[in-house]
């Protein structure tokens, strides 16, 4: 038993097997396949390109945090350095001081 659908072309109604609508129809889900797997495929290469940059930005801010780390440490040591040296000189300003006031008793 044949089932005939029709279908439209141009203003004339023709009719179409079921084998041939299977067929058409299986070749339609072909093209939507493709289509998925086309899409798909750009999708990851959107993906891919997104990480690669991502990735290169998390390279760049670590190299930036690195120098900034190596630029506190520097600057800690000249502030410890610097404050060593303030100590030196308070202590000589101290003895001066001490020195100058004091009431030597005089014979």
Known sequence: MHTFI??????QTRYVTK????KDFIELMDQVRLLEQKVATKADDQVLMLTLAHKQ????LQTEVL???????QLRKVAQESSKDRWKDRTIFSIKHLLKNMQFARK
């Open 19 to 22: 084998k041939d609508f299977e």
């Open 67 to 73: 120098s900034l780390g190596r630029e506190v440490k």
């Open 57 to 60: 930005e998390l390279e760049n």
């Open 6 to 11: 029709p279908k439209q072309k141009d203003t």
